[in-house]
């Protein structure tokens, strides 16, 4: 039987505790797990925010829209 743990504390989440689902949108890197409280939920989800916003703002990005005469 393999083990649950919160991606962002890294605890051990027993059978049938409540789980929370982390909600991401255009992450590059989005995390793979879920968390073990409603603050850990939080905590990763602002994280991938950031990410996120590092990424489409970054001058690196080839998605900024921009045209390439």
Same mark, same amino acid.
């Given at each position: 039987m393999s083990t649950v743990r919160c991606v =962002? /504390? *890294?605890r051990e989440i027993l +059978?049938? =505790?409540?789980t929370f689902e982390i909600r991401t949108?255009? #992450?590059p890197f989005p995390p793979d797990g879920v968390a /073990?409280? +409603?603050k850990c939920q939080s905590e990763k989800e602002n994280e991938s925010r950031m990410r996120t916003l590092l990424l489409y703002n970054s001058p690196l990005n080839p998605y900024t829209g *921009?045209? #390439?005469d």
């Amino acid at each position: 039987m393999s083990t649950v743990r919160c991606v =962002e /504390c *890294k605890r051990e989440i027993l +059978p049938g =505790e409540a789980t929370f689902e982390i909600r991401t949108f255009l #992450d590059p890197f989005p995390p793979d797990g879920v968390a /073990c409280s +409603p603050k850990c939920q939080s905590e990763k989800e602002n994280e991938s925010r950031m990410r996120t916003l590092l990424l489409y703002n970054s001058p690196l990005n080839p998605y900024t829209g *921009k045209k #390439d005469d």
